[in-house]
């Protein structure tokens, strides 16, 4: 009766620390898969604020539903939701599928790499002291340099004359520069002319590695980048921020288009004028 009843305990015991394990092995994965690639643990904000201490700033009835769909909540008008979301750009944080034992274990983990008990991970990788802060002012942007070659790739991916590596479609299709060079652009999604200064290079590693937007998200999701690919469209978007972040937005492919289909048209007109008197015109037996 007693070893069983030892037996018993020693399983309990064990079946204890497995699941302790594996939910913080789960939390670890959930972390690094869902948030890591937007927010740190203990290393500063990227497009997203520092998780350290989270669980004792909210409540964890706010934290779940706010992981699940911050969107829904800012929607729904909850203050603390659309102060966060106004303060960080209007960068909509994407939902996560995620049932609440799986949230719960993101947070015990946030608590865990806190207190030292876990690897330090989540944001640890991309957090360097090179991209630790995001790039707001104007002295900190002019101490970063990409070279030309990065910045013509960058251009060459943004306009679809290179391809990306997994089939991705080329940026302009979706979004607008201002940039001599480019001629249109998508307007299903933002102007990214001052996306550098708005977002940094970490930030814009970070939405090109895990995207917050639906449409993005879905097109990416199986054309992922490569960091040499993401290394140089930060570059274009650093070099077209630089040389005409701060000038007046200007109309000028709208006057562009205007000139060039007020050409094609009088072309077309003097070729009908031309032909007009010398066209075939079929004769009826009378």
């Known amino acids: 009766m007693i070893k069983s009843s030892l037996s018993l305990t020693v399983f309990l015991l064990l079946a204890f620390i497995v699941s302790v394990l594996q939910a913080q092995n789960s939390g670890e994965e959930h972390y690094k898969a869902t948030c890591a690639a937007c927010h740190t643990i203990g290393k500063g904000r990227l497009v997203g604020p520092d998780l350290s201490g989270v669980y004792e700033r909210r409540d964890t009835d706010w934290?779940?539903?706010?992981?699940?769909?911050?969107?829904?909540?800012v929607k729904d008008g909850d203050p603390i939701a659309v102060a966060l979301h106004n303060e960080y750009n209007k960068v909509p944080m994407p939902d996560n599928n995620l049932n609440d034992?799986?949230?719960?274990?993101?947070?015990?983990?946030?608590?865990?790499?806190?207190?030292?008990?876990?690897?330090?991970?989540?944001?640890?990788?991309?957090?360097?002291?090179?991209?630790?802060q995001i790039v707001t002012t104007a002295s900190d942007t002019a101490l970063i340099s990409y070279s030309n070659e990065l910045i013509k790739k960058g251009e060459a991916l943004f306009l679809g004359h290179e391809k990306f590596t997994n089939g991705a479609s080329a940026c302009i299709a979706c979004h607008s520069v201002r940039y001599e060079a480019i001629l249109g652009g998508g307007k299903l999604s933002l102007n990214l002319t001052e996306s550098y200064t708005r977002l940094g290079p970490a930030g814009i590693k970070a939405i090109l590695s895990n995207p917050p937007y639906p449409v993005m998200n879905v097109a990416l999701r199986h054309n992922k980048l490569s960091d040499d690919e993401i290394e140089s469209l930060v570059a274009m978007l650093y070099e077209i921020d630089k040389r005409y972040g701060q000038s007046p937005v200007k109309s000028s492919s709208g006057l562009m288009f205007s000139i060039f289909g007020f050409v094609l048209a009088m072309i077309f007109l003097v070729h009908i004028y031309l032909l007009y008197d010398n066209r075939q015109v079929p004769s009826y037996p009378k």
Request: proline content about 2%.
């Open 63 to 73: 934290l779940i539903p706010f992981i699940r769909s911050s969107q829904k909540m």
């Open 101 to 132: 034992a799986q949230i719960m274990n993101i947070i015990d983990y946030i608590r865990q790499v806190d207190s030292g008990e876990a690897r330090e991970l989540a944001g640890g990788d991309q957090a360097t002291d090179s991209t630790k």
